[in-house]
């Protein structure tokens, strides 16, 4: 027996509310579900909402085991992607072109302002995250968020421990280190829109509904 | 069902015979093929499942194809070159485990 959209619906609000957040993960789930309560409805000749309710308290478990399980296979896979992003040839050729034009004519070492440069990035994302999760509502992925966790999580390590721009007595105050740490940051920021563009492109094409 | 810890770490395995057979599957008919194969003996669940999936998906052994079927999306799994190929290796290491187990438990005795 095929399910109803509102049965599809009611799934998907119950996965919601069991915490499992990421589209990419529910879509998964409301199909399994909603094949496995189909079968059991034609089986044992259930409604909708009492099959429901015994796959539910049988599987459960299972499902949220699963839901915790996809954060650690999609923070391997981006933090793959977002290496591989870095080293790639044109990203290492743009931070190494940066490097020596910045040196030849834009060196870093006095520019004080700098320092706002990781506060800026966060502040951004988290204005990027209510704006576009919180307020409209836009339908959550778990790569593109997790890459974006990972990102910020890189700056705010860096920035704790070996911010130069904050750090007046540091060992290494040339032009050199901090264009070089400059640049750095900037490869790893174009690895990263490059790496959630991917995902975008990818997710759009795989999940339009639910 | 038996010992499942005994199968846990064929599933992978598992998993890329069946997609090679046939052509590709959802998760959900994963869960019914293997079922319905060992009788009963071997329940996957889907917490063991889906991270399987997705980590031979991360690792190129398997592509993926989302299609609509009845109000739903659903998430087809096939191999890749590469997973064909790793298919072959998996199942030839899988035997000579099975083959090698065999000869522990139950060895045959002889008089060189």
Known sequence: ?210 | MGNSKLYKGSLNTIILKLLEEKGKMYGYEITQKVKELTKGELKITEGALYPALHKLEAEGLLDVEVAKVDNRLRKYYKLTEAGEKETVNRLAELEEFIRSMQNLVNPKWSIE
């Not at chain 1, 650690?72 to 931070?95: E, G, H, Q, R, W």
């Not at chain 1, 072109?97 to 834009?106: E, P, R």
């Not at chain 1, 264009?179 to 990818?202: C, E, N, R, W």
């Open chain 1, 1 to 210: 027996m095929s399910l109803t959209k509102e049965n599809i619906k009611f799934i998907d609000t119950y996965l919601k509310n069991s915490d499992i957040m990421f589209t990419d993960v529910r879509t998964e789930m409301v199909d399994h579900v909603a094949t496995a309560v189909s079968e059991e409805m034609d089986s044992k000749n259930l409604t909708f909402y009492d099959a429901f309710k015994a796959y539910m308290v049988v599987h459960k478990k299972d499902l949220l085991q699963y839901n915790k399980q996809f954060r650690k296979t999609t923070d391997k896979i981006v933090l793959k992607s977002l290496f591989k992003k870095f080293i790639a040839p044109l990203n290492v050729c743009i931070m190494v072109a940066s490097f020596f034009l910045l040196i030849q004519f834009f060196p870093l070492g006095e520019k004080k302002f700098l320092k706002f440069v990781p506060f800026g990035f966060l502040i951004i994302t988290i204005l990027v995250y209510y704006i576009v999760v919180l307020k409209k509502r836009k339908q959550r992925f778990s790569g593109i968020e997790r890459a974006g966790l990972i990102l910020t999580f890189l700056f705010q390590l860096y920035n704790a421990f070996q911010n130069p721009f904050f750090n007046e007595k540091s060992v290494i105050t040339n032009d050199y280190y901090f264009t070089l740490v400059f640049v750095l940051l900037l490869g790893l920021s174009t690895a990263f829109i490059t790496v959630i563009l991917d995902l975008h492109k990818k997710y759009t094409n795989h999940y339009t509904i639910v």
